[in-house]
């Protein structure tokens, strides 16, 4: 049988705990079993669901798709907002979706080398099959580069400016929170003098989802992005509550560990992907 693991929610029944087999989730019992399904999504449909990954964790993945098909199959019709799409390519993405029969197709017309779409090809498919709309949310690279040579403003419109308060420095716990996330996935070697631009655009991208969300307005949303962005503390949920009205806003992270579990309203922990020390090139060679 498959090694089982331990999904934890918090936020929707303090306490829950759901028992599954990571690999049977995947592909059933190597006896030929039936794969085990998945637990009911806690909680009612809020007007924003922030959804996590590790961007290369398949069980996570497939872990999310279910709980958000399960909440679409029961009538539920939200815009996606993707953060694998970036937000200038949404004419081609809106032809794409209208054009195209599968997902497959999509991926083909839009999709870049920047992610491996195959992980995507069910929420692609599932948008396709709802009709639900399918919404570009990431900064470019050439963006992104912008913000680090220029500052976090430098993608904004001057009200965004005025609303986000991007021309004050951000809140010291954002700033401190992002320098740490950045360094640890920097193997703790980056140096120093890059880190400021880094945070730049790591903050712009989350202010830059927030507002995409925002505009999708009366409609509700789900945002599929990395477990960094969806954090309530420094993320996606930070911002997009900066400006009124308020919106109901619930966070999913989907973890290899539960050291982060109170960053989300939920937490799913999956077994970690097989993968090679991102580290090891750097420890042997030290960045300069």
Same mark, same amino acid.
């Given at each position: 049988?498959?090694?089982?693991?331990?999904?934890?929610?918090?936020?929707?029944?303090?306490?829950?705990?759901?028992?599954?087999?990571?690999?049977?989730?995947?592909?059933?019992?190597?006896?030929?079993?039936?794969?085990?399904?998945a637990?009911?999504? &806690?909680?009612?449909?809020?007007?924003?669901?922030?959804?996590?990954?590790?961007h290369d964790?398949? &069980?996570?993945?497939?872990? %999310?798709?279910?709980?958000?098909r399960?909440?679409?199959? @029961?009538?539920?019709?939200?815009?996606?907002?993707?953060?694998?799409?970036?937000?200038?390519?949404?004419?081609?993405?809106?032809?794409?979706?209208?054009?195209?029969?599968?997902?497959?197709?999509?991926? %083909?017309?839009?999709g870049?080398?920047?992610w $491996?779409?195959?992980?995507?090809?069910?929420v692609?498919?599932?948008?396709?099959?709802?009709?639900?709309?399918?919404?570009?949310?990431?900064?470019?690279?050439?963006?992104?580069?912008r913000?680090? %040579?220029?500052?976090?403003? &430098?993608?904004?419109?001057?009200?965004?400016?005025?609303?986000?308060?991007? $021309?004050?420095?951000?809140?010291?716990d954002?700033r401190?929170?992002?320098?740490?996330?950045?360094? #640890?996935?920097?193997?703790?070697?980056?140096?120093?003098?890059?880190?400021d631009?880094?945070i730049?655009?790591?903050?712009?991208?989350?202010?830059?989802?927030?507002?995409?969300?925002?505009?999708q307005?009366?409609?509700?949303v789900?945002?599929?992005?990395?477990?960094?962005?969806?954090?309530?503390?420094?993320?996606?949920?930070?911002?997009?509550? &900066?400006?009124?009205? #308020?919106?109901?806003?619930?966070?999913?992270?989907?973890?290899?560990?539960? @050291?982060?579990?109170?960053?989300?309203?939920?937490?799913?922990?999956? @077994?970690?992907?097989? %993968?090679? $020390?991102?580290?090891?090139?750097?420890?042997?060679?030290?960045?300069?």
């Amino acid at each position: 049988m498959a090694q089982t693991q331990t999904i934890s929610t918090y936020g929707g029944s303090p306490g829950l705990t759901f028992a599954v087999a990571a690999l049977a989730l995947l592909a059933g019992c190597a006896s030929g079993g039936q794969p085990a399904a998945a637990p009911a999504p &806690a909680g009612p449909n809020p007007q924003v669901l922030l959804l996590g990954e590790v961007h290369d964790n398949a &069980a996570g993945h497939k872990l %999310r798709y279910e709980l958000l098909r399960q909440r679409v199959e @029961a009538g539920w019709r939200p815009a996606i907002v993707m953060e694998q799409f970036d937000r200038e390519n949404q004419d081609v993405l809106s032809k794409a979706q209208k054009g195209c029969l599968d997902a497959q197709c999509v991926i %083909r017309v839009v999709g870049g080398v920047r992610w $491996d779409w195959q992980l995507y090809y069910p929420v692609i498919q599932l948008a396709l099959t709802y009709q639900l709309p399918l919404v570009a949310g990431n900064l470019s690279r050439a963006d992104a580069s912008r913000v680090v %040579r220029d500052g976090i403003a &430098a993608t904004f419109d001057p009200q965004s400016v005025r609303d986000y308060h991007l $021309d004050q420095p951000l809140p010291a716990d954002v700033r401190a929170g992002q320098h740490k996330e950045i360094l #640890a996935g920097h193997c703790n070697m980056l140096p120093e003098m890059m880190v400021d631009g880094m945070i730049n655009a790591q903050v712009s991208r989350d202010i830059w989802m927030a507002k995409i969300v925002r505009d999708q307005q009366p409609r509700d949303v789900v945002l599929i992005a990395g477990n960094g962005h969806v954090r309530k503390d420094i993320g996606v949920a930070r911002w997009l509550n &900066a400006l009124a009205p #308020a919106l109901t806003v619930r966070s999913e992270g989907y973890l290899e560990d539960a @050291a982060g579990a109170g960053r989300y309203d939920a937490v799913y922990t999956v @077994a970690p992907q097989p %993968r090679p $020390d991102p580290c090891a090139q750097l420890k042997a060679k030290p960045l300069s």
